[in-house]
């Protein structure tokens, strides 16, 4: 056997707009394989995000605030910049279904390229949760609906109060 290596560091990428009980799933899992993990919100998106990017830190913030291993932080720029920045030696992402495969592998194989030192992990999540994404929640709270099963009650909250006023 190997002596122990150092501790593990891992890195959890997303939009998060906003984090979802499938993303909590997924981090609360994610810290069973690294030690401390570090989830970061991306500034550049291709995506219209819908909170701005300080709310979907503090969202994040809010519902992972009880674990002190992780550490929440906005970033722009490559995603494995980031991760070489804050000593990640593999990124973790979600693979619900399919349709998830093919930009993520391509993402993986650009990454893997740009950085071949890091490892990109995809976890499976919950078959509860395998349905859910952000851009769901949010359709559905839009129109109205409760969205209380998916998310937390603080992001459920600031979701009404943005829908809320507009209807
Ligand atoms: P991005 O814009 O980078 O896809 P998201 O916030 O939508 O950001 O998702 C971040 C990561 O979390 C992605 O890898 C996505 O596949 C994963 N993910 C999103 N929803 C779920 C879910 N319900 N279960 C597991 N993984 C999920």
Redesign the pocket.
């Known amino acids: 056997m190997n002596p122990p290596g150092p501790p593990a560091v891992g890195l959890y990428?997303?939009?998060?707009?906003p984090v979802?009980r499938?993303?909590e799933?997924?981090i609360a899992r994610a810290l069973t394989i690294v030690d401390t993990l570090w989830v970061g919100v991306?500034e550049d998106?291709t995506?219209e995000p819908l909170f701005a990017l300080e709310e979907r830190v503090d969202m994040v913030r809010e519902v992972t605030r009880k674990e002190p291993r992780i550490r929440v932080e906005a970033f722009s720029g490559l995603t494995v910049e980031f991760a070489r920045r804050v000593g990640a030696r593999v990124i973790l992402?979600?693979?619900?279904a399919v349709s998830?495969f093919e930009l993520?592998f391509q993402m993986a194989l650009m990454n893997k390229h740009l950085a071949p030192e890091i490892e990109i992990l995809f976890m499976a999540?919950d078959s509860t949760?395998?349905f859910?994404?952000?851009s769901l929640v949010r359709e559905v709270a839009r129109l109205g609906g409760d969205v209380h099963a998916f998310v937390s009650p603080a992001v459920a909250a600031r979701l009404g109060r943005r829908f809320g006023e507009v209807r």
């Open positions: 990428p997303g939009t998060f707009d979802t499938g993303h799933d997924l991306a998106t995506k992402r979600g693979l619900r998830d993520e999540p949760y395998s859910l994404s952000s």
